[in-house]
């Protein structure tokens, strides 16, 4: 980040082409050609030219995109206004920019705009522009309104109890969203602009006085030293902003659930909405929180610890199992009982690979089919489950290429990778199974050993947004632990977890009353 | 240099590391062959003593101040005689390390690994060291804080399920091996690992909150001594003193001997999963340590530079160090005088030289003598 940092000039605010920083000419239509010819007289762009006071010899201008503006609101708040109320206003009083600006446009937001720029950048954001002859001064009024999704169940995270809505893919209903759970007035959304072309709106989400102020500084440093022509999604900017960019775990938190993030702002955490995406960002993530599910807190604090040492014993299995197994069945086999190692050895007799090239191969088939999964049709779906679990197990049993208990490893291990609740740190895992499985095949236990001794060691170098990665195990926090690999019940969770936050560190005094 | 820093947590996790890395391979089996069934009580003896040497290093630690041995050695004693002494203590340090990884690759390469060579095993082993000392002493504080946890459990199971395998009358008769042949057990024990301990002063000066760094110490030997006489104790009440000392690796064996209901057996590997994790640690001490000193020595600002030439040196060394097992047993019998110079005398000669040079000092310039005790109290 630091090297990033030298090479560019922090940039106040995305602007447009600089040849279109001009002022807004006191000539109408020499005002509309440039925006016409700006815009390539693009077929979406109207312009609605009308006169307005016949007495004054007043005429004006209307313009919007068609299609980003809600039509009914610029039809009966601005050309009705503008072409039956503002010919039958008294001139006299105000002059005829004051009046529409001030006592007629029955629109909440309103900017006052002096430079070309401002007015093409907010044209192309969907709100409406008047301007008005003899006038180097235009009205933008926000009737921002366009076809969306609508707030929707959440498909990437169900839960079974808790909230089932998702983020959407309008910034504006997702800030909202937030906003509705959390009635803090302290909670700030600040909004930003990204990508030189794309324009993309982007809001950082924090509660002040809760969230560490050198986080958010932070961020906000980050996302403007962002140099980039289009933001399609949350990922460009996670790339950019996330710490060492050379690893392969998840630095940033993302997730399509309201409850999530307002529960990561509660913890003093940061959120980054980016307008296009229903996939919000939480920074600082630490290696726990992809350990965790909102869920965990919904339902009771036992079954939540219970689930969340599962869940840490199925990373486990998803990153050593096939390499344990084949360590085990080539290099140790004195560990196996007997009876079970002359099972397998009865088993891998007619297999003509060694065990490493045998669970290679399972595993690459099943990553393709777990890839061919996620991009084809739901119709399609069913198809290659029944060719993944029936040809491609079944018959490659049947057919001697590889052994039965290889199947099992394989399957445990695909099951137990779909156990995080997020996606993103199974991705790590299934890469480095890979190369584990490589010194599994080379040096046996020794080499998954020393393999997990460098994961961990890389682990701890780790940071997100300066705390570190792995905290709060190590550095370890004792304080922090009551939220760690085990929930306690909710009025045991005392503070917050200092590791993201050392202010306003209260969250409860505890459980009182009820009958004790 | 870097400016990283570690808790007196994370410091007393890492001697407690040191001091169960590799002792817990070589001590049992020559603590067994001086004081036979009171092999236990040498090993208690020789912590003891141990905590003399904490003393005595966190005094000279103490007394150096935010510098290292090989800083302050410099510094004492003068460009040129101070870089002799520093010159006896790195090799030290780098021998150390070269015969730590090869105790690794040895039980390795005969115990499990029965057809890897020693090289490949070493090369592999020093690559993750390298890697480690690379990220620095912050990052090696955390994982030993991550791993801690893993060895205990490990270490309490072998103790659990070894407990119906436990004969007492292979203790008996206490202290019936006499007062003479104990002490020279506990000398085994001061030999490997609390004599070596001299080259925590080289990470010392990392320790923020040095009010709490003694205690830290002094818990981090009662806590790994008390797991190495745990060893030892085991070792001689499952096996006996007799297979104890005959045996090469007697803790690996210990564990084979470990069999719940006829299915939980052939789990000596837990002991060689701590034997790995504790030697990483150890030898990433002083592998660190050796890198930085010779940085110091050559005045070379970032030791990172010298980590895989060295670590290229240390493999080779490993290698060539000691010809044969045997030779290493009876080197590792022979070898106090050794050990007592480089952890006791070197480094005891650096505290006179420091409070010589602090005395005149204070005598020469008085100015200066509130800033030399703020030092000296950090």
């Known amino acids: 980040m630091k090297r990033r940092k030298k090479n560019r000039t922090p940039k106040e605010d995305v602007q447009l082409d600089t040849s279109l920083a001009r002022a807004i000419s006191s000539d109408l239509d020499s005002n509309l050609a440039f925006i016409k010819e700006t815009l390539g007289n693009g077929s979406d762009l109207v312009t609605r030219r009308m006169t307005l006071n016949k007495k004054a010899k007043a005429s004006g201008a209307v313009i919007y995109i068609d299609g980003l503006v809600d039509k009914n609101t610029v039809q009966d708040f601005i050309l009705e206004v503008v072409m039956v109320e503002v010919p039958s206003e008294d001139l006299s009083i105000s002059p005829i920019y004051e009046a529409i600006k001030d006592s007629t446009l029955p629109i909440g937001e309103i900017y006052e705009l002096k430079q070309m720029d401002e007015l093409i950048l907010r044209l192309l954001s969907g709100e409406t522009i008047v301007v008005l002859d003899n006038e180097t001064r235009a009205i933008a009024a926000s009737t921002k309104g366009w076809k969306d999704r609508g707030v929707q169940e959440t498909t990437s995270e169900s839960v079974i109890r808790g909230p089932k809505e998702a983020f959407t893919e309008t910034l504006r209903t997702n800030t909202a969203m937030v906003r509705r759970k959390i009635k803090d007035p302290k909670l700030r959304i600040d909004a930003k602009k990204v990508g030189k072309m794309t324009v993309t709106d982007v809001s950082v989400i924090y509660i002040q006085d809760t969230a560490e102020e050198s986080v958010v500084k932070e961020v906000h440093a980050r996302l403007d030293n962002i140099d980039i022509d289009g933001v399609l999604e949350s990922g460009y900017l996670e790339e950019f902003i996330e710490d060492p960019p050379y690893s392969p775990f998840p630095k940033v938190y993302y997730t399509e659930r309201p409850d999530a993030i307002a529960a990561g702002l509660l913890e003093g955490k940061v959120a980054i909405i980016t307008d296009g995406t229903p996939n919000v960002l939480l920074v600082p993530a630490l290696f726990v929180n992809f350990m965790q599910s909102s869920e965990d807190y919904y339902q009771r604090y036992d079954i939540g610890t219970f689930i969340r040492l599962l869940r840490l014993f199925a990373f486990c299995i998803a990153l050593f199992m096939p390499s344990l197994y084949i360590a085990i069945t080539t290099f140790h086999q004195e560990m196996i009982p007997a009876p079970l190692l002359i099972n397998l050895a009865a088993q891998r007799e007619g297999v003509p690979f060694p065990a490493f090239v045998e669970a290679v191969l399972m595993e690459a088939t099943f990553e393709i089919l777990r890839e061919a999964g996620v991009r084809l049709p739901k119709a399609v779906g069913s198809a290659v489950s029944i060719v993944g679990a029936l040809v491609l197990g079944e018959s490659a049993v049947q057919a001697g290429l590889v052994s039965p208990a290889m199947v099992i490893v394989v399957a445990i291990t695909a099951i137990s990778s779909f156990v995080f609740p997020s996606y993103n740190m199974a991705i790590p895992v299934r890469m480095l199974r890979f190369s584990l499985m490589i010194l599994a095949a080379t040096f046996g236990l020794y080499g998954i050993i020393l393999g997990l001794i460098a994961l961990v060691l890389h682990l701890c170098s780790l940071q997100s947004f300066g705390v570190p990665y792995m905290s709060p195990l190590a550095p370890l926090v004792p304080k922090d632990q009551k939220d760690v690999l085990v929930r306690f019940p909710h009025w045991g969770l005392l503070s917050r977890p200092s590791s993201t936050s050392h202010q306003n560190e209260k969250r409860t005094s505890g459980r009182k009353g009820n009958g004790e | ?378």
């Open chain 2, 1 to 378: 240099m870097d400016n990283n820093v570690i808790s007196p947590r994370q410091f007393m996790y890492l001697v407690i590391l040191f001091l169960i890395g590799s002792s817990i391979l070589i001590v049992p089996t020559p603590l067994a062959k001086s004081a036979d069934q009171d092999g236990w009580i040498a090993s208690f003896l020789g912590m003891s003593i141990g905590v003399l040497f904490i003393l005595l290093y966190h005094k000279i630690a103490v007394t150096i101040g935010d510098r290292t041995f090989i800083e302050a050695t410099i510094d004492v004693f003068g460009k040129w005689f101070g870089r002799v002494i520093c010159f006896f203590h790195l090799a030290f340090i780098y021998i150390l390390a070269s015969l730590v990884l090869r105790n690794i690759g040895d039980f390795m390469t005969t115990q499990i690994l029965e057809e890897t060579p020693l090289q490949f095993t070493h090369i592999l082993f020093m690559l993750v060291v390298i890697l480690g000392a690379r990220l620095g002493i912050e990052v090696i504080g955390r994982s030993a804080e991550m791993f801690i946890t893993w060895i205990s459990l490990l270490l309490l199971f072998l103790f659990l399920f070894l407990t119906p395998q436990l004969e007492m009358d292979n203790v008996q008769p206490m202290f019936g091996s006499g007062i003479k042949s104990m002490i020279q057990g506990s000398f085994t024990v001061m030999n490997t690992p609390v004599l070596e301990m001299v080259v925590l002063l080289m990470i010392y000066p990392k320790v923020k909150e040095k009010t709490k760094a003694r205690q830290a110490w002094l818990l981090g030997l009662l806590i790994g001594g008390g797991f190495l006489s745990m060893i030892t104790l085991f070792s001689i009440l499952v096996l006996g003193s007799d297979l104890t000392a005959l045996n090469e690796y007697p803790v690996y064996e210990l564990a084979s001997k470990i069999n719940i209901a006829g299915f939980l057996e052939g789990i000596e590997i837990i002991v060689a999963i701590v034997w790995m994790l504790t030697i990483f640690f150890k030898l990433i001490i002083l592998y660190y340590g050796a890198a930085l000193g010779i940085a110091q020595f050559l005045n070379i600002e970032d030791y990172r530079v010298l980590l895989l030439p060295l670590g290229m040196g240390l493999i080779v060394l490993s290698i060539i160090v000691y010809p044969d097992v045997a030779y290493f047993e009876t080197f590792v019998r022979n070898v106090f005088p050794y050990k007592i110079m480089h952890g006791l005398l070197l480094p005891f000669l650096l505290l006179i030289g420091a409070l010589i040079k602090k005395k005149t000092n204070l005598k020469g310039k008085p100015a200066l003598k509130g800033k030399v005790d703020r030092n000296v109290q950090e």
